[in-house]
């Protein structure tokens, strides 16, 4: 968890001040769920008392879930929160993916209405570009939806990428892995996640 955490301040650290601004003022959270028995049963990301309540089935397979939303009003009321499930293997890759969808989600609000929306627009854009040129596998998970292409490939921009996100062609090319393979790859997200998580070591 120590280990988690640390990784999580490298990342935000390139991050601009008031998408950090934002995540503070809507009291978003991060959690990590250790594996232990409550009850005699496996613990497991619902057991997180605001996640228990919400209308959602758990994927016996997920490492981690982030609930934000894009209006102010309703994070307030139901603040954003990551969560990932302590699978020792993924459990580092699967924390900086769901704190793309947080920053992108509820951090992105405070970059002011504007470049927020621009923001939004670039990464829709470089989506839908990436589907079209099929710069990824159409079967790959960051192929699902712009949200999932944020957070897959700010794992690949932390060098935390899973293959399995970006799966291999038949050709031969393999998926985006690492930062210099997306940026070899796919210059508009590179230039994206730039722009949000800075481009230090």
Not at 20 to 49: N, T
Not at 65 to 86: E, K, M, Q, W
Not at 104 to 129: C, V
Request: proline share 4%; glycine share 8%.
């Amino acid at each position: 968890v120590q280990h988690v955490a640390a990784v999580l301040q490298q990342q935000f650290s390139g991050c601009p001040r008031d998408a950090l601004k934002m995540l503070a003022f809507c009291r978003s959270e991060f959690v990590i769920v250790g594996h232990g028995v409550k009850s005699g049963q496996l613990l497991g990301l619902r057991d997180i008392p605001r996640v228990a309540i919400l209308p959602r089935e758990e994927d016996a397979n997920t490492r981690g879930f982030a609930l934000a939303y894009p209006r102010p009003a309703i994070s307030i009321l139901c603040p954003p929160i990551a969560a990932v499930l302590d699978l020792k293997e993924y459990m580092l890759a699967a924390s900086i993916h769901e704190a793309g969808h947080l920053v992108m989600r509820a951090g992105l609000l405070g970059l002011g209405r504007r470049r927020q929306g621009q923001l939004w627009r670039d990464i829709e854009d470089a989506y839908t570009a990436a589907k079209v040129e099929g710069l990824y596998h159409r079967d790959a998970y960051a192929m699902k939806n712009a949200d999932e292409y944020f957070a897959c490939l700010t794992q690949a921009w932390f060098d935390a990428g899973w293959d399995e996100h970006t799966l291999s062609f038949p050709q031969g090319i393999f998926g985006v892995t690492s930062r210099k393979a997306l940026k070899a790859r796919d210059p508009r997200a590179a230039a994206i996640m730039a722009q949000v998580w800075g481009d230090g070591e």
